[in-house]
């Protein structure tokens, strides 16, 4: 049974969290992910959840503690934003290398300095050389399907990996949204019960976690870790065909927006997904060739289904929500045009910086990007690799 | 109370073929600490960076007869306590039948200093959880640095006795006391000079219904330049100049467990150990004198705090 409602993004993650029941939740208040925990926490003292629940001092215990927890043998969740995640970056590297499946939500959010509560995708940017998966959400229903399909996929033997959902700041985490929750006892079969291959509570062994490691294995624990991404993308494939049978909502590891004909391609993560896609729309009926490539997975970076989506276009613009400073563009960016090099079709691709510390993409903004795009194909010349969208300059 | 001929039967949990130096306190305040555990008790072990977690777990090894885990540097205290709060949250759902002991140890930076807020946020929240400080004064798996565990006037890498500022200027933090202000059940500091002592607390630490911290002098023959047979020795005059004193809390009553027939001079303590070498040529005695009134003074707080008659020992 779905149950159509209307709730905002935090909601609907702290919904998700609700109906997943984990073992043990430790977090720590920070804007805009706070109502996650506040909800969640009435959720445990008013006997909806089993959880036990670890009002830590900071997001670095955060998740140390979900860590703790996971390697106990728990299912284990944490959730932060920005300042938080970065706080947490250190043990977000340890969870990732001792193939702890922990699942927590990110409402993405700008980091200081400036000091700046609104929507970019900064914190989730740094740790994306961690070793830990992410999911973007396009809004609260695709946040909601990526939690309960995020235990699947962390806890998948072939994966052990810890997942992070991402999902807009204030943009999704604060408005409301209409979105289909499915009832408890669904999510429930979906998720399974956990059982982990190994836990430091299990008795009848002897665990060593967090071992020192020299130059004689340290290689090699780290290339497994690279197998497990490489197996992710698969099982992120399947588990979101399993999905679709109890959702009738398919998800895969991008999403392909109209790309079949197109000469002209945005790639673009989270809500600006949305906003890509009505300009795409309007774009069409005039007759222009135009389609959005929206990633779903960032990490592992799904390199050959981008390829395979974007092998017909001649040109592309990536938008991202987070500089490098490298002065080479955006992080997705850098990802995007590698991947496409090999083809050799001469493929322009230009970088697009938007939205920082959340600055609206208007929907003239995408339209202009869409402009460039046919003024490149019509000169075949790039001026810009790297421009910043609705910037002052 | 056990006897030593019971101590030497029980099963280690800690156990041989770890690469600790000879003559390191870790080891010997390990062994104590863990076998205040009856043999058929299960334990769970936590540990922040440091010496004690290089030197026993060195992939494929371990020196540990029990589960273990190690995190990082600062949040052995958050750690263990989310390890606590997996067996509380599988315990009441039924997925557990056993009891299971959690334990964490740590070194003097990775508690006094970089863990302390993991650490005392573990211990507001009242996990059933032990934390052990292995108290050895500097950062000596990095090389010797200074933290805040140093005494006044040590010589160390980034305290170095220099021609213009004579080592570590500032006396050293009294984190027991910092721990017992949690208003936890049981806070204690103890020494390996005394087995009797470190097992008495260590059980009580166990047995208590919540969180217990205890303190350990453990001497780090690199650190402080001893003989290193001598360890023992050297800790039994630390405690009997009243550098280190023995004291419990429990449920917040101060408890003195050891009290000095004579005022033994702290250059007893001092002497032996080469790095507060710089402190005995001349123009330094009035270091020494500093150090002396710190220990005084701590004395008759001490002393103050337990209920005792505010007194220095006899001369």
Not at chain 1, 3 to 24: C, F, H, K, S, W
Not at chain 1, 221 to 232: I, L, R, S, T
Not at chain 1, 309 to 326: H, I, P, Y
Not at chain 2, 196 to 222: M, T, W, Y
């Amino acid at each position: 049974m779905k149950n159509r409602v209307a709730l905002t993004g935090n909601e609907a993650v702290a919904q998700a969290m609700r109906q997943i029941n984990p073992d043990v939740v430790a977090a720590y208040p920070i804007t805009p992910s706070t109502e996650v925990v506040q909800m969640f926490s009435s959720f445990v003292n008013n006997g909806k959840v089993d959880t036990e629940f670890v009002t830590v001092e900071s997001e670095h215990s955060a998740m140390s503690a979900t860590m703790g927890a996971s390697a106990a043998g728990a299912r284990a969740m944490t959730c932060t934003s920005s300042q938080g995640l970065a706080y947490m970056f250190e043990v977000v590297y340890v969870a990732a290398s001792m193939r702890l499946p922990i699942v927590f939500p990110v409402a993405n959010r700008a980091l200081s300095a400036p000091i700046n509560i609104h929507c970019d995708h900064s914190d989730a940017m740094g740790i994306k050389q961690s070793g830990v998966i992410q999911l973007f959400s396009e809004n609260a229903q695709e946040a909601y399907d990526n939690m309960i399909q995020a235990i699947r996929i962390a806890e998948h033997p072939d994966v052990l990996l810890p997942v992070s959902v991402n999902y807009d700041g204030f943009i999704t985490s604060h408005a409301l949204d209409v979105l289909e929750i499915l009832d408890d006892d669904t999510v429930k079969e979906f998720i399974g019960e956990y059982h982990p291959q190994e836990a430091l509570l299990n008795v009848n062994e002897q665990l060593s976690m967090g071992n020192f490691d020299m130059y004689d294995y340290y290689f090699e624990h780290k290339y497994q870790q690279v197998a497990a991404m490489e197996n992710a993308k698969r099982v992120i494939e399947e588990v979101g065909k399993e999905y679709a049978k109890i959702s009738g909502r398919t998800y895969g590891l991008i999403e392909a927006y109209k790309l079949d004909d197109a000469d002209m391609a945005i790639v673009v993560m989270n809500s600006a997904a949305g906003s890509a896609k009505g300009v795409c729309d309007e774009l069409r009926a005039k007759g222009l060739k135009v389609g959005v490539l929206k990633p779903r997975a960032f990490r592992p970076f799904p390199h050959e289904a981008i390829v395979d989506a974007l092998k017909g276009v001649k040109a592309v613009a990536v938008l991202d929500r987070a500089e490098t400073f490298s002065t080479l563009g955006g992080p997705m960016f850098a990802d995007v045009r590698t991947a496409l090099y090999d083809l050799k079709a001469d493929i322009k691709v230009v970088n697009y910086v938007y939205g920082l510390g959340g600055r609206d993409l208007r929907l003239e903004d995408v339209e202009q990007v869409y402009n460039d795009l046919g003024d490149i194909i019509k000169t075949g010349k790039v001026d810009k690799f790297v421009r910043y969208l609705g910037l002052r300059e | 109370m056990a006897t030593l001929k019971e101590l030497a039967q029980v099963n280690e949990r800690f156990v041989g073929g770890h690469r600790l130096c000879a003559g390191c306190g870790h080891g010997i305040s390990v062994r104590m600490v863990l076998n205040a555990l009856d043999n058929d008790e299960h334990v769970v072990v936590g540990c922040a960076t440091g010496c004690l977690e290089v030197a026993s777990t060195i992939y494929p090894y371990t020196a540990w007869n029990c589960s273990f885990i190690h995190n990082a540097f600062e949040n052995a205290g958050a750690t263990i306590s989310g390890v606590e709060a997996a067996y509380k949250s599988l315990k009441k759902q039924g997925k557990i039948k056993e009891d299971i002991k959690f334990v964490a140890f740590g070194g003097d930076g990775g508690t006094y200093d970089i863990g302390l807020q993991s650490l005392s946020g573990a211990m507001e929240r009242g996990h059933n959880m032990v934390y052990v400080c292995l108290d050895n004064g500097a950062y000596m798996n990095t090389g010797i640095q200074r933290s805040s565990a140093t005494p006044l006037g040590a010589d160390t890498t980034t305290s170095p006795a220099g021609t213009v500022v004579p080592g570590k200027q500032q006396p050293r933090k009294d984190l027991a006391a910092v721990m017992a202000a949690h208003n936890i059940p049981y806070v204690a500091q103890t020494a390996i000079s005394s087995w009797q002592d470190v097992h008495k607390k260590a059980k009580k630490a166990f047995e208590v219904d919540g969180p217990a911290f205890i303190n350990i002098l453990s001497p780090c023959p690199r650190g402080w330049r001893y003989n290193t047979p001598d360890i023992v020795e050297l800790v039994k005059i630390a405690v009997e100049t009243r550098f280190w004193p023995l004291f419990e809390v429990e449920n917040g009553k101060w408890k003195l467990n050891k009290k000095p027939k004579k005022y033994v001079p702290i250059e007893e303590f001092l002497k032996p150990q080469g790095r507060f070498r710089h402190l005995f040529a001349p123009g330094n005695e009035h270091i020494i004198k500093r150090i002396q009134e710190e220990v005084d003074q701590r004395w008759l707080a001490l002393l103050e705090r337990c209920g005792e008659k505010p007194e220095l020992p006899p001369r």
